[in-house]
């Protein structure tokens, strides 16, 4: 059974950082691109970083500069450093394959930032 938890979110203040952190089992996440999405209150999920599994990065142009995908396949998990963090910045945050497998996703860890 595939699971993704996903941990490390928490409330914190404009300006500041979090790291959040996703640890898979159940499949073999070396092989696996990967990546972190997002979802704000009355918006579609959507990608935030990407990052292959030959470790090509990508990112939201809305985090880009912000935010730092990394992996560590021995671990099999895969993180978020965001920094500098925004009002805009709060949702629920997954981690997942990508493109996405609707059966891997998982509760998500919420993020709220406050002014």
């Known amino acids: 059974q595939v699971q993704l938890v996903e941990s490390g979110g928490g409330l914190v203040q404009s300006g500041g950082s979090l790291r959040l952190s996703c640890a898979a089992s159940?499949?073999?996440?070396?092989?696996?691109?990967m990546g972190w999405y997002r979802q704000a209150p009355g918006k579609e999920r959507e990608l935030v970083a990407a990052?292959?599994?030959?470790?090509?990065?990508n990112y939201a142009v809305s985090v880009k500069d912000r935010f730092t995908i990394s992996r560590n396949n021995a671990k099999r998990t895969v993180y978020l450093q965001m920094n500098n963090l925004k009002l805009e910045d709060t949702a629920v945050y997954y981690c997942?394959?990508?493109?996405?497998?609707?059966?891997?996703w998982g509760q998500g860890t919420q993020v709220i930032v406050s002014s």
């Open positions: 997942n394959t990508n493109p996405p497998l609707a059966r891997y």
């Open positions: 159940g499949i073999v996440f070396s092989i696996h691109n």
């Open positions: 990052i292959t599994s030959d470790g090509v990065i």
